[in-house]
């Protein structure tokens, strides 16, 4: 499956940004996503995760009660709403699938930036 992400940019410590992840396949349920991100001189660390329903919901303990996940599976997207944001959160943001829940990440996406002022 192919995976775009889009809707980063710039924006000042407290504001809002809503990443979208279009995926290119006609079997996007089959999916759980998750979303990603590498800060410069960092590894990339998990930031959020939806199964292939949207029943279940995980979160990066940095990013809980700031950004909530969602999916669209008639859209074939996923959604990353991230509030409340800090200069720590800049980093660049990845969308991932895989066909497992036990199973890792397999399809990566382009990354989008995400710059936070402060």
Do not use: H
């Amino acid at each position: 499956v192919q995976l775009q992400a889009s809707g980063g940019g710039l924006v000042q410590a407290g504001g809002s940004l809503r990443l979208s992840c279009q995926a290119f396949t006609n079997a996007f349920s089959n999916y759980d996503m998750g979303w990603f991100r590498q800060a410069p001189g960092k590894e990339r660390a998990f930031v959020a995760g939806i199964s292939w329903s949207g029943a279940s919901t995980s979160y990066a303990d940095s990013v809980k009660g700031r950004s909530w996940i969602s999916r669209d599976n008639a859209k074939s997207t996923v959604y990353l709403q991230m509030n409340s944001l800090k200069s720590e959160d800049t980093a660049v943001y990845y969308c991932a699938a895989r066909r497992l829940t036990t199973a890792p990440y397999d399809f990566w996406g382009q990354g989008t930036q995400v710059t936070v002022s402060s």
